[in-house]
C-alpha cells in the first residue's frame, strides 16, 4: 500500500475510534465526546470559527510563544466593566449523560493591565426546565503577562441528555474598560473524574 495510501487509512480509524469513544463506555477512555461534536479550532490555527463571546470582542494574532501551533486569540472587553467571555458555540456536549464528568482546560495570558488577575474557566450546564439556574463548576488560575498558563475545571453532569458548554471568562470588580486576554488550546473531554468542587469565589457568575 502507497505510504499517502497508508496515512489516510490510519486517520481514517483515528476518526472513527473518537466519534465511537473508542468502543469503550466504562469511562477510562481519554475522549469519548463524539468526534463530531468537538469544538472547532481550539488553538485558532485556522480562523475563529466555533467561538462565541459575550461583551467581547475576538481577535485572531500570532503569538511565538502560543503553546500549540502559532496562533492565539484576543479577547477584548466591549461592553460595561464586568463579566466578559469566549465560548464554544454551539454548545460541545450535545447530549450529556448523568453523573459522568466532563473537564475542560485553556491556556490563557495577561496583558500588562491585569497582570496577576484571575481568569476563569467554566462548564455550565443547559437545564432548560422549571426556571432553576443551570447548573455550573469553576475554577481560576492568576494570569501571568510573561507565560501561559493553564486553567482547568471539572464538572459533574447532573442530568443526561443536555448540553453543556465551556466559558473562559474574566469576571469581578478588578475588570477594567478595554482590557484583554489572550487564550489558547481550550479543550473539553469526557473522561473519568472525581467530585469537584463548586464555583470559584471570583468566578460565581
Not at 475522549?31 to 463530531?36: M, Q, R
Not at 503553546?67 to 461592553?79: Q, S, Y
Amino acid at each position: 500500500i502507497p505510504a499517502a495510501m497508508t496515512g489516510l487509512l490510519v486517520a481514517a480509524v483515528v476518526v472513527a475510534l473518537l466519534a465511537s469513544g473508542g468502543g469503550d463506555d466504562g469511562g477510562q477512555a481519554d475522549v469519548t465526546i463524539p468526534a463530531a461534536n468537538l469544538t472547532v479550532n481550539p488553538s485558532f490555527e485556522r480562523d475563529k470559527q466555533g467561538w462565541d463571546f459575550f461583551e467581547s470582542r475576538i481577535a485572531r494574532e500570532t503569538a511565538s510563544d502560543a503553546p500549540d501551533g502559532e496562533n492565539v486569540a484576543r479577547v477584548t472587553l466591549t461592553g460595561a466593566p464586568g463579566e466578559y467571555s469566549i465560548d464554544d458555540f454551539p454548545e460541545t456536549v450535545s447530549s450529556s449523560r448523568e453523573g459522568r464528568f466532563y473537564t475542560a482546560s485553556a491556556w490563557v495570558k495577561a496583558t500588562d493591565a491585569n497582570d496577576g488577575e484571575p481568569i476563569c474557566i467554566s462548564l455550565r450546564e443547559g437545564l432548560d426546565d422549571d426556571g432553576r439556574e443551570d447548573p455550573f463548576t469553576a475554577a481560576s488560575v492568576r494570569m501571568s503577562a510573561d507565560e501561559y498558563r493553564e486553567v482547568r475545571v471539572t464538572h459533574r453532569a447532573t442530568a443526561s441528555d443536555e448540553t453543556i458548554g465551556v466559558h473562559v471568562f474574566r469576571a469581578g470588580g478588578g475588570v477594567s474598560e478595554g482590557e484583554a486576554f489572550l487564550v489558547d488550546a481550550i479543550t473539553l473531554a469526557e473522561r473519568p473524574g472525581t467530585d469537584p468542587g463548586g464555583p470559584a469565589p471570583e468566578c460565581d457568575a
